[in-house]
């Protein structure tokens, strides 16, 4: 059987520990990330380009995962470039909007060769130990040949519907996350505020109905008030930007973009999301 061949693009925070998830799985893999330096830990065992579109010429089956619209518009206007790609297929794992998704799509499609979006819920950690989430639109019959990889990735893939609506349900579980984040930042500040120590408050939060994976993965950056990011607060920005593009105007809607749009304009945007604390402590 012929031996598909696996191409990775972006190796940021996100793509790096899930391209090397799927080179540790042993599957042929080609890298590429603009910034060179970070495909170097790749060398040994996989292939490492210095342009996309080589990667893409080489490879069947092309993931990307980069940062927003402007990445994925860079990269692909090189990619529809290329006169043959047909019967590739393309799986973009990023949070974009669903415009440019649906536009992508049509125009891989007119090239006959295949779209996908699978973006993930799920941050760092789970990238690392392949425990995402993945939400995916487009084909079954797409979604059956790359099911392999996939499931290298993520502990769950859900099928959601057509392209497109990967980034849907991304977007909906985004704006809950986002809940969550401001929910738990207020509560921590309200009680510190009552003379409540935070580490007893996260103690209580994490062990009650509402503490959840989410509380649990920000309680040890709160205890330490120091935020690497898993999950950028500018990410969770722009989703809350591209859900109000979707249509959604809920009254939560308006007061979580002016928190993460105020926290990004106080200089938090390339901190861990739940930073937003520092924020609202002001
Ligand atoms: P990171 O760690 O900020 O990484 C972003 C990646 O996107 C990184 O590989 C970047 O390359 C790449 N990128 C950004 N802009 C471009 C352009 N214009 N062309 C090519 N490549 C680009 O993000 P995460 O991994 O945390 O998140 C990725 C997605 O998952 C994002 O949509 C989140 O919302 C969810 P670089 O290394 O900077 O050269």
Known sequence: MHHKNIGWIGLGNMGFPMAKNLENAGFPLSVFNRTPSKSEPFTDLSEVYISAVELVKNCDIIFTMVSNDAAIIDLYEDIFHLEDISGKIFIDMSTISKDLTLTIAQKIQEKQARFMDAPVAGSTVPAKEGTLIIMAGGEEKDLQEVLPYLNKLGKAVKHVGPVGSGISAKLAINYFLSIIYQGLAETVLFAEKSGIK????????????????????????????????????????KDLNLAKKEGVNTPMNTVLLETYQKAHDAGLGKQDVISIINYLKQ
Do not use: H, R, W
């Not at 509380?215 to 120091?226: I, R, W």
């Open 198 to 237: 935070t580490e007893d408050m996260l103690e209580i939060i994490n062990e009650s109905a509402c503490g959840s994976g989410a509380t649990k993965v920000k309680t040890p950056l709160l205890l330490q008030q120091d935020y690497p990011p898993a999950f950028a607060l500018d990410f969770m920005l």
